[in-house]
């Protein structure tokens, strides 16, 4: 083989192999998480993690269920979980928009209800929430029983992860290794280290938050519980990146070899024509 076709063969093998190997490092390296703790360890004792309940804010939707000794009255209060569209929102296993029951919390703060009329939610906690209506619910109907409980808890999960996406979940006490679980789990290039957490907080303002994943003091942060219409963002690795931008050079040198190939052809048919 001339020496020219053997120097284009190899730089053919290391741009078409290049990826594939990037690829491999990546998931040999960087895919563990709580790499301090010992893979010998049998049990690591870990510090209680306080939680801290979500409070409701505006355009919550709340699944207010009243039973009363009356079932008439109960049948009425049932009615007012009316369908919200939630734009967006998909649970685990599904996806599009989808319609979810329950009381819209306005933009001041309240619900309105059969009977018992509007009350304000907004900045109370679900069980705090319960014992207000429960109060208001007494006024009008005898012994009420209260279940109230988030509808539209959702969160949102985006970057390196098999399935990202907004998820509804019916329980509000989720931690982040719940929502990647959702979102199965990370890539081989997520970057466990960078997690990114964009919340708002109480006072309206919003905060972004990173976690490092590889490391179990995660589990003792107070960002360990999601809250509400969190936001997760998994960065690329530097794999990732360098793989994409391997692609891209390796599609550009194919391009402009297509494209070189494509003259020389054109040459030999001019030429042949000229003579």
Known sequence: MPLKNKKIFFKWCYITCLPLIISSCSSIKNVKYFKDISDTTVVTRLADVKYTEPKIQADDILSINIQTVDPAATQTLAQGNVQNAAIGASSAGSTGGQNIAGYLVDNK???????????????LTTEQARDVVRERASQFYKSPTVNLRFANFKITILGEVTKPGTYVVSNEKINILDALGLAGDLTVYGKRENVALIRQGDNGVRELVRLDLSKSEVLNSPYFFLRQNDYIYVEPSKSKIASSDAIQNRNIT??????????SIVAIVVSATNN
């Open 254 to 263: 194919i391009l402009t070899t297509l494209g070189g190939l494509l003259i």
């Open 109 to 123: 703060g309240y619900v309105e209800m059969p009977v018992i009329g509007k009350i304000q939610l907004s900045g």
